[in-house]
């Protein structure tokens, strides 16, 4: 079962129980609040007859989502309310029942069917591989990518006989397979906390299931528990992981989205009006969630309360780069892993370095700043007309003489970015696009702790040092000081986000 299918199927009775839900529900008037006031939400983008069960956010707040119809099948993005189509299912042979984004901008679909269904790769061009098929009967319901990039997959027979969850690795073989407790039917999502476990719920099936609840997998000794049992019409569907490791649940037949903690204590946090039917839920780096929901047909931003952080498990409030990070998340400069995580000791490339410093002073960002006049770069490679990155960004940098890159003609957009090349591309641009912001080091100034002998980027350091584009920056995290900060080593996430952090403030 490799190939892509082009035969009829049965429309699964999960859809026409929801396409029936949709029909009476849109009939009833009811008024519905949210339970946090600070909580909002707005409409993004709604189909004109048909729904979406699966949602996943891209840096820069474009969402993927499945199109389902009776007839047809879609995975298609949604963007400032355009919708375009990136691959399309004949006659509705499968349906896009989830689906998540890797490291690599591929969206990994598990691909539903009448007791049939794959787990597949699909680039933003539209071109499809299939990963991992499941055994004949057997279809895949959902699936989460964890840190080391294996893909957790649930996968059932339907009839709720046979539920499962397995680990794959990147090329598609089953490493690990855990039995799960067998409830009427096998529908739910799957998730993958910030301990590495796995999450998963179990929706039911007909109101009055007695089986609505979060489960864990322990990922090291294969012990499942209850996290939280919901009451028997819940129908908890969608899942996600918040950047402080709570449990985001969809509710679809309580019409609320809630917080289980890793406790198993519930809090609602915010009501949709009946009839809704939140089924999908996922998170972007500043906490806002992102919504399908199927009984409005509408894909929707719940925008979290004002002012609030983003935390990561691995930047504990003690952390030294603690506010630079929590603000560069909620900003949306600088997210996290799919885990959950940030990686403050993790690498940065040069590639990556360009769009933060780009999204941190609010550059315009379009399809046609590449290639242009003015960006000699000839190593970034084939550009991908739709996503802006790399290209776009590298781009922007050139264009406005923040980066000159390696050399006349290369801009090495793999290799791990130098801290005196952040330092120098950080004090250009604020030299160049706000202009006053930096003072010139003034003659004689020699309260500086750092190396300024590099020919190439030591006026630009002692300049950064003096203007305090460098506070906070720490030669070794367990004590303070700057003194002893090798500015010829790679840079880390921790160290740009401080960075940039502080070129921020420079820019209010």
Not at 292 to 314: C, H, L, Q, W
Request: with cysteine; hydrophobic share 40%; glycine share 10%.
């Amino acid at each position: 079962m490799t190939g892509r299918r082009t035969s009829r199927v049965s429309f699964p009775a999960i859809i026409s129980e929801l396409l029936f839900a949709l029909v009476v529900l849109l009939l009833v008037a009811a008024s519905g609040a949210s339970a946090e006031p600070s909580y909002s939400r707005t409409s993004l983008f709604t189909f004109p007859s048909s729904f979406s069960t699966a949602i996943a956010v891209e840096q820069g707040g474009s969402v993927i989502v499945g199109d389902i119809a009776q007839t047809f099948c879609k995975l298609a993005r949604v963007s400032q309310g355009t919708y375009t189509p990136i691959y399309s299912y004949s006659g509705g042979s499968s349906q896009v029942y989830d689906v998540k984004i890797d490291g690599s901008g591929q969206f990994v679909v598990a691909e539903f069917g009448a007791n049939t269904g794959s787990l597949v790769r699909i680039s933003p061009s539209g071109s499809r591989s299939v990963i991992y098929s499941p055994a004949s009967g057997k279809t895949v319901l959902a699936v989460d990518i964890d840190k080391d990039g294996g893909y957790i997959v649930y996968s059932s027979d339907y009839a709720g006989a046979y539920q499962a969850l397995c680990r794959l690795a990147s090329d598609g073989s089953v490493q690990e397979t855990y039995a799960l407790p067998r409830d009427s039917r096998g529908n739910g999502r799957v998730a993958v906390d910030v301990d590495g476990n796995y999450l998963v719920t179990q929706a039911g099936d007909s109101p009055g299931s007695s089986f609505a609840r979060l489960l864990k997998v322990n990922r090291e000794t294969g012990a499942i528990t209850t996290v939280y049992e919901f009451d028997h019409d819940a129908f908890p569907f969608g899942l996600a992981v918040d950047g402080n490791g709570d449990y985001i649940v969809a509710e679809a037949r309580n019409d609320v989205l809630s917080k289980i903690t890793s406790g198993g204590q519930r809090e609602v946090l915010f009501e949709f009006t009946a009839g809704t039917l939140p089924y999908g839920v996922d998170i972007d780096s500043a906490g806002d969630f992102f919504v399908a929901e199927v009984g409005t047909r509408t894909i929707s931003k719940i925008s979290s309360p004002n002012g609030a952080t983003f935390d990561f498990p691995d930047v504990p409030a003690s952390h030294p780069y603690y506010i630079a990070i929590s603000g560069m998340a909620t900003q949306q400069i600088i997210g996290g892993y799919v885990n959950g995580s940030f990686g403050p000791e993790d690498l940065v490339t040069r590639q990556q370095f360009s769009k933060m410093i780009v999204l941190t002073l609010g550059l315009p960002v379009s399809e046609d700043q590449f290639p242009a006049a003015g960006v000699p770069f000839v190593d970034l490679g084939g550009d991908n007309p739709s996503s802006l990155y790399p290209h776009e960004y590298v781009a922007v940098c050139a264009l406005n003489n923040i980066t000159k890159g390696t050399d006349a003609t290369h801009f090495a957009p793999g290799l791990n970015i130098k801290r005196s090349q952040v330092i120098t591309m950080v004090v250009r641009a604020a030299d160049n696009l706000a202009a006053g912001a930096l003072q010139a080091v003034p003659d004689g100034w020699s309260q500086g702790v750092l190396n300024y002998t590099d020919p190439t980027h030591g006026a630009n350091i002692e300049k950064a040092e003096y203007n305090g584009l460098l506070a906070g920056i720490r030669a070794n995290l367990s004590t303070s000081g700057l003194a002893g900060w090798n500015t010829g080593a790679n840079a880390t996430r921790g160290e740009v986000a401080q960075i940039l952090w502080n070129l921020l403030q420079k820019l209010d």
